[in-house]
């Protein structure tokens, strides 16, 4: 299949080099949509099912890969709703950039066993961290989940929990322009 034939993604945003979404250095991918709707969710903005910045697989890669991450992380919105797409970013990460690969999902990984296109996605996949966000279980360790009801699925032998001990729960960049973005796994609350 070629480029041109691989169908869009439909983007909230993505962060060059986070160092909180997961182990080293990595690419975060956040995906557009999510219909859980779970009380207190870090990244509301991503939820609606609007057409936000539609990049293909090729053109996330050429606008936003420094060749100095250890790899990708997928997040959203869910992934698991554009499951082709998905399965063409981490298959190319994987097998063209020989980077690691983690995905953030609502959906359990029982689920996600359960439909093709879903199982062809966990084979491009190194860890796993299923079930929807608890606010009654929010994370308050630096391990690298939002609460505690989510489960780590090691599906290669690549990383252990250990490797999911962040250095901070939020990370906050500055960019040159002013832009400021935050990413991590609770919100900033300014007193």
């Avoid at 953030?104 to 966000?133: M, N, Q, R, W």
């Avoid at 009654?136 to 780590?152: C, D, M, Y």
């Avoid at 250095?167 to 960019?175: C, D, F, N, S």
């Amino acid at each position: 299949m070629g480029e041109n034939d691989r169908p869009a993604l439909n983007i909230h945003a993505v962060l060059s080099d986070s160092r909180v979404n997961g182990p080293g250095a990595r690419m975060v991918v956040f995906f557009q949509g999510c219909a859980r709707g779970c009380r207190g969710c870090f990244n509301p903005d991503t939820h609606p099912d609007e057409t936000r910045d539609l990049l293909t697989v090729d053109q996330i890669f050429q606008k936003y890969y420094s060749g100095t991450i250890e790899g990708i992380t997928v997040s959203g919105g869910e992934p698991f709703r554009q499951p082709e797409g998905l399965r063409n970013l981490l298959s190319a990460a994987r097998e063209v950039y020989g980077l690691t690969t983690v995905v953030y999902t609502g959906y359990l990984h029982e689920e996600l066993k359960g439909s093709p296109t879903a199982a062809e996605c966990l084979k491009f996949i190194d860890v796993l961290i299923d079930g929807p966000y608890d606010e009654e279980n929010k994370e308050e360790t630096l391990l690298a989940r939002g609460s505690t009801n989510q489960k780590f699925h090691f599906l290669t032998s690549r990383y252990t929990v250990d490797d999911f001990y962040m250095p901070g729960r939020v990370e906050v960049t500055i960019r040159k322009d002013g832009t400021v973005t935050e990413t991590g796994f609770s919100r900033i609350e300014v007193k």
